[in-house]
């Protein structure tokens, strides 16, 4: 990884197409961005993309910035594109598919076609088709091994799931990492101890947030919650210094009467910790229960052991447990994961803990969102904007030096709404 300490914490103004190639090669672990919709806008600058005479021109625009940005990103690296659709004389466009395909067939690695949803979307006039409540966010990868930190954006299991992991398992199980191309070991597999994660689910590929505004910025913004799972889980936290390569997140074991009582969001673990303290069980108590395993609704025949695999000495312990705990019993079978910290995962000689956070890029940088959120999570960031008003606004917004103040908007000043009527065409006859 090439040095990028004089490109990181700043908004550089010039056309994505050019400075990306001024950067230093495989220097950022992260691509978020949204460029300009085509035959949507004109932001009044000359050559910007979006307005090409045809949609042809527009995917191929957008391949150019590809190979911009593989000139640009680490190999482990990851390239969030959000796009919206278009439509031309009633035809809808499949734009962001188009491109998509495009990419794909210049070597990009599809991952995830996400889907944004909103809740909140504009209404609509049109009368003749659903109205749209949607966009795409691509997840690419310049090849089939990269890295992402899924438990950086784990949820909370929906309760009916939890229920049901704690019935015995009926199907077959593969750990051969084989059948998981890029996995080295088991542990990447899936967690066969529990049907569940301990740590929460996989989000999955819909985002559901609300339309955001920014009073300052043309209204093409893209809220601050819609890139917080992109750059968690592709823009690592810690990075070697000399080299860029992730550091690994290492974990311990955690017992669920050892987790953190004010992270623990399921109700009925936090009822059932209450009524353990109410009780005085010990620690003595709770391994019993795991020991006995789940042992309720008729299933203990079937688990892998119960009261009658274990000693006298443990059974009594956990049908004592049991007798206070009642359906909560369950509540202390399982146990979760806890990040102790993070590992060097290459060879280079470090003095101390010569660390820097991973480096995100947005090369169409607009209101600054994907910098003000990587600001926030920790992480370094580049912004590139081809318009000198949206460099200002950004690095206002994002808190760094202001290169050219006079382009800042004084209090009820709206000029950059300007840009808002124009570059309509293919947009009237939808």
Sequence with gaps: MTDATEWVNDIHRGDARDVLGEM??????????????????????????????????YVEELVTVGEEIRHVLRPDGSWWLNLGDSFENKQKLLVPHRVATALQDAGWVVR??????????????????????????????????????????????????LERAKRPYQGVKTQESGHHPGRDDESGVHNFDSPVHE?????????????SSFPDAHFAVYPEELVETPI????????????GTPYERTTREVPVWEADRSAIERPQLRRALERADDADLTAEHFEAIRTVGFNDAGYAEATASGFDDVDDETAAL?????????????????????????????????????????????????????????????????????????????????????????????????????????????????
């Design 24 to 57: 230093p090669e495989s220097s950022v672990h992260s691509v978020v961005t949204s460029p300009p919709y085509y035959g949507l806008r004109d932001y009044g600058e000359d050559d910007q993309i979006g307005l090409e005479e045809s949609l042809n021109q």
């Design 112 to 161: 995830a076609d996400c889907i944004w949803a909103k809740p909140d979307s504009m209404p609509h006039p049109v009368k003749d088709r659903l109205r749209e409540t949607k966009e795409f966010i691509f997840h690419l990868s310049p090849s089939a091994d990269y890295w992402f930190d899924l438990d950086a954006v784990r949820e909370p299991h929906a309760e009916s799931s």
């Design 199 to 211: 740590n929460g689910k996989n989000p999955g590929d819909v985002f559901q947030v609300p339309v």
């Design 232 to 243: 968690k889980a592709t823009v690592p936290p810690t990075t070697c210094a000399v080299c």
């Design 318 to 430: 956990a049908r004592e447990s049991k007798d206070v705990l009642g359906g909560y019993f369950r509540e202390f079978c399982g146990a979760a994961t806890e990040t102790t910290g993070w590992e060097q995962a290459c060879d280079c000689p470090t003095v101390g803990d010569y660390t820097e956070p991973g480096i995100v890029l947005d090369p169409f940088a607009g209101a600054g969102t994907t910098a003000l959120v990587a600001k926030r999570l920790g992480r370094r960031f580049v912004g590139v904007e081809l318009n000198p008003d949206f460099v200002a606004m950004a690095q206002r917004r994002v808190g760094v030096d202001v290169d050219e103040p006079d382009r800042l908007l004084d209090d009820g000043e709206t000029h950059l709404a300007a840009f808002a009527d124009g570059g309509a065409r293919g947009r009237l006859n939808e």
